[in-house]
């Protein structure tokens, strides 16, 4: 269970197995065993054991601002084999398999969005919507091509060239869809300080995805600041920003879903900012609802993918919350980056890359 603390002047306690969580209306108890995360909102409190309850019951607390981004969080320390897969993630940046693993990344994340357009495309007839959406489609099997093509044995020698392409494939991606859009909503470029509907829909559950790829990775004992396609940067986690490439759609499949039916609405605005919109907390459960549908979508495996049994749309195993969806962490294994395809048509990716030993 995600537990989501955003009214005003709510508080956090615990009492005895439980989180006690208090506002305006009273208060509620929530057994620790059934939370997996909590997410706080600015102007709302924690106790220190409530935190400890959360360290002791590897619950992750998050820290969001009003825009739904994280900005911190709260976590047991890491241990045991930790500083092995630290130090081998480092070396991927100077490794042909990190320039394979980034191009894999890329690669995905555009063969995802290609998949969402034909699949928009089946259901539309006017000729200048069918002609809009292979200009893209095909503007963007360019560029794939290109860098399945590319090669190179360190990042560094290859990182502008496949930023490029990545980028040009973006717009076409993001032309398509600003078409596709009511007329009122759409946009002229993708922007992180969006002041249209689509866009700040997208940052909010970006934001989401962040949090929750950035767990995963410190739970595989990865260190989501270590980059490999991304550059170092100071409190930026890089690698976040590398494996979040893959997953995107998840998000920006229910961006459009959600602007098109026009679940997201002007009236949903409670303040226009610098920084982007700020949503009302009713649209804010909206938007995390819809989230955790997807996220919690069951998928069944193709029976040539080699794996049995049904997963989420990130690989969870249904019966065993330990098969973590950033992949799957086997000891002297040397670099495989593969993806499992879904019946749905989601993407799996299976990775055992952090011992990086041949």
């Given at each position: 269970?995600?537990?989501?603390?955003?009214?005003?002047?709510?508080?956090?306690?615990?009492?005895?197995?439980?989180?006690?969580?208090?506002?305006?209306?009273?208060?509620?108890?929530?057994?620790?065993?059934?939370?997996?995360?909590?997410?706080?909102?600015?102007?709302?409190?924690?106790?220190?054991?409530?935190?400890?309850?959360?360290?002791?019951?590897?619950?992750?607390?998050?820290?969001?601002?009003?825009?739904?981004?994280?900005?911190?969080?709260?976590?047991?320390?890491?241990?045991?084999?930790?500083?092995?897969?630290?130090?081998?993630?480092?070396?991927?940046?100077?490794?042909?398999?990190?320039?394979?693993?980034?191009?894999?990344?890329?690669?995905?994340?555009?063969?995802?969005?290609?998949?969402?357009?034909?699949?928009?495309?089946?259901?539309?007839?006017?000729?200048?919507?069918?002609?809009?959406?292979?200009?893209?489609?095909?503007?963007?099997?360019?560029?794939?091509?290109?860098?399945?093509?590319?090669?190179?044995?360190?990042?560094?020698?290859?990182?502008?060239?496949?930023?490029?392409?990545?980028?040009?494939?973006?717009?076409?991606?993001f032309e398509a869809v600003s078409y596709l859009l009511p007329e009122e909503m759409q946009f002229t470029k993708r922007q992180r300080n969006a002041d249209d509907i689509y866009n700040s829909v997208l940052n909010y559950l970006y934001?989401?995805?962040?949090?929750?790829?950035?767990?995963?990775?410190?739970?595989?004992?990865?260190d989501p600041y270590i980059g490999i396609m991304h550059v170092d940067s100071y409190n930026k986690p890089t690698f976040v920003y590398d494996f979040i490439e893959g997953q995107r759609i998840v998000c920006e499949e229910l961006a459009?879903?959600?602007?098109?039916?026009?679940?997201?609405?002007?009236?949903?605005?409670?303040?226009?900012?610098?920084?982007?919109?700020?949503?009302?907390?009713?649209?804010?459960?909206?938007?995390?609802?819809?989230?955790?549908?997807?996220?919690?979508?069951?998928?069944?495996?193709?029976?040539?993918?080699?794996?049995?049994?049904?997963?989420?749309?990130?690989?969870?195993?249904?019966?065993?919350?330990?098969?973590?969806?950033?992949?799957?962490?086997?000891?002297?294994?040397?670099?495989?980056?593969?993806?499992?395809?879904?019946?749905?048509?989601?993407?799996?990716?299976?990775?055992?890359?952090?011992?990086?030993?041949?």
């Amino acid at each position: 269970m995600i537990v989501v603390v955003q009214e005003y002047g709510a508080s956090i306690g615990k009492r005895s197995n439980c989180l006690v969580i208090k506002n305006g209306d009273g208060e509620k108890e929530i057994s620790s065993d059934q939370v997996t995360e909590l997410h706080v909102f600015p102007a709302c409190s924690i106790s220190s054991d409530a935190i400890r309850l959360c360290m002791d019951k590897d619950i992750w607390v998050v820290f969001l601002n009003k825009y739904g981004e994280p900005t911190g969080e709260v976590a047991p320390f890491a241990g045991g084999s930790a500083p092995i897969y630290k130090r081998n993630q480092l070396l991927l940046t100077h490794r042909r398999e990190g320039v394979e693993l980034a191009k894999d990344f890329l690669s995905r994340k555009i063969e995802n969005r290609i998949r969402q357009l034909k699949k928009i495309r089946r259901n539309k007839r006017k000729a200048e919507t069918l002609l809009v959406i292979d200009e893209s489609i095909e503007k963007m099997e360019e560029q794939l091509t290109k860098i399945r093509k590319l090669c190179g044995t360190d990042m560094d020698t290859v990182r502008a060239t496949l930023q490029g392409f990545e980028g040009n494939a973006g717009k076409a991606y993001f032309e398509a869809v600003s078409y596709l859009l009511p007329e009122e909503m759409q946009f002229t470029k993708r922007q992180r300080n969006a002041d249209d509907i689509y866009n700040s829909v997208l940052n909010y559950l970006y934001g989401i995805l962040y949090a929750k790829i950035k767990k995963m990775a410190y739970k595989c004992r990865l260190d989501p600041y270590i980059g490999i396609m991304h550059v170092d940067s100071y409190n930026k986690p890089t690698f976040v920003y590398d494996f979040i490439e893959g997953q995107r759609i998840v998000c920006e499949e229910l961006a459009l879903g959600i602007r098109s039916h026009s679940e997201i609405t002007w009236d949903d605005v409670e303040e226009r900012t610098p920084q982007g919109l700020r949503f009302s907390e009713a649209a804010k459960k909206r938007l995390i609802s819809e989230f955790y549908t997807a996220l919690n979508e069951t998928c069944y495996f193709k029976k040539e993918t080699g794996y049995s049994g049904t997963a989420d749309v990130f690989g969870n195993a249904r019966s065993s919350t330990e098969n973590w969806w950033i992949g799957y962490r086997n000891a002297g294994c040397r670099i495989r980056a593969g993806w499992k395809e879904t019946k749905h048509g989601k993407n799996i990716y299976h990775s055992n890359f952090a011992t990086g030993k041949r």
